[in-house]
Every structure is written in C-alpha cells, then in structure tokens.
C-alpha cells in the first residue's frame, strides 16, 4: 500500500516560488513516486499546474484498443514527444511493439486479440493446439494467451493450414500481433 504524505501549507512569503517547480523539484517529486509505488501526482497553485504520470495510463489503453477493430493490425503512425530523461523512469513498452519483425509473414496470419503471455498448449509437456500443417477454422483452438491471470483461449478465426508459428512458447505478445501463419 502506498504512503500518504502531506505537505505544509504555503505562507505568503514563499508563494511566489511555489507557483513555479525547477527540475530539482521535479527530480525530488519523481524519486517519491517511485519510492512510494504512486502513478499519479497533481498540483495546481495559483495558476501554475504540474502534473506526472509513472507507467502506462490504463484508462487511456482501454479506450484505445475499444477504438480499433478485433484482429486488426497495428500500426504506429507518430510516436508522442518524449518526456526529458530526467523524468522518465523505465523505457515504454510501446517502443518496442512498434519496432519492425525480421521475418514478417507473407500469408495470411491468425493475430492476437490481447496483451498478454502466449502458450501453445494448456500446462507444460502437454500436446500444442496447433502445429505446422495443422488444418484450422474459425472454431478452432489455436493457444492460450495469459492475461492477468486468466487464460484465455484464443481461436483461429480464419481457415487455412499453419504454415509457421510466429511466437515462441511463453513468451509475451501485443494486441495485433500475428501468433500463426496460414497457407490458404
């Protein structure tokens, strides 16, 4: 659980300066976000406003992915301006979904519905859904994608034989990404 903490109010002999933070502020009100786990910091003082934000935005994600159709591709199109190094505490996740695959699919490919972690089959040493040359349709059992907990199984959604599977074995995925490559 993360610390409360209070401040002093403000006496009219420093309200000047604290109408304006300087980056040692900044870097101070960074390090006990961290320290206290906290994502979210807000402050608003006679017209001055600062306001920091940890990690991903939950809220924004979901109302993007509810914005873009199932099994679409993803793609980014420009990236925000970046935050100055001094306030960014880990690399976005997002860079990396964003970099470009070496061996992209040629055919038709059966793509992730979630974030989450891929698995081929339901427990270790247990048979794969789905192999190459394995004959799939819209219903078929394809993995199993973890996401918070839940396993979730994914289907094919498509018909066509797997010509290559495009993910290793528990490893994590994006939304869009293509799991499986399908010879028509």
């Keep these: 659980m993360a610390k409360r903490t209070t401040s002093k109010p ?4 420093n309200a000047a300066s604290a109408c304006t933070y300087d980056l040692k502020q900044i870097r101070e009100i960074v390090g006990l976000m ?4 906290l994502t979210y910091f ?3 003082q ?7 934000r940890r990690g991903s935005d939950l809220n924004t994600v979901k109302e993007l992915l509810k914005s873009m159709p199932v099994g679409a591709p993803t793609a980014v199109s420009a990236a925000p301006a970046p935050l100055p190094q001094a306030l960014v505490s880990a690399p976005l996740p997002l860079a990396a979904a964003a970099a470009p695959v070496a061996n992209e699919p040629v055919g038709p490919t059966i793509n992730s519905p ?3 972690t891929f698995y081929r089959s339901a427990a270790p040493g247990e048979k794969s859904f789905a192999n190459i040359g394995d004959q799939v349709d819209e219903n078929s059992n394809v993995c199993i994608i973890e996401a918070m907990k839940v396993m979730n199984e994914i289907k094919a959604e498509a018909r066509g034989t797997i010509a290559r599977v495009l993910v290793e074995d528990g490893k994590p995925v994006q939304y869009g990404q293509p799991l499986f490559e399908l010879k028509a």
Excluded: I, Q, R, T
Aim: no cysteine.
């Design 114 to 116: 979630m974030v989450g």
């Design 42 to 44: 807000h402050s608003e």
């Design 10 to 13: 403000v006496s009219p002999a």
């Design 46 to 52: 006679k017209g001055s406003k600062l306001e920091l």
């Design 34 to 37: 961290a320290e206290n786990d």
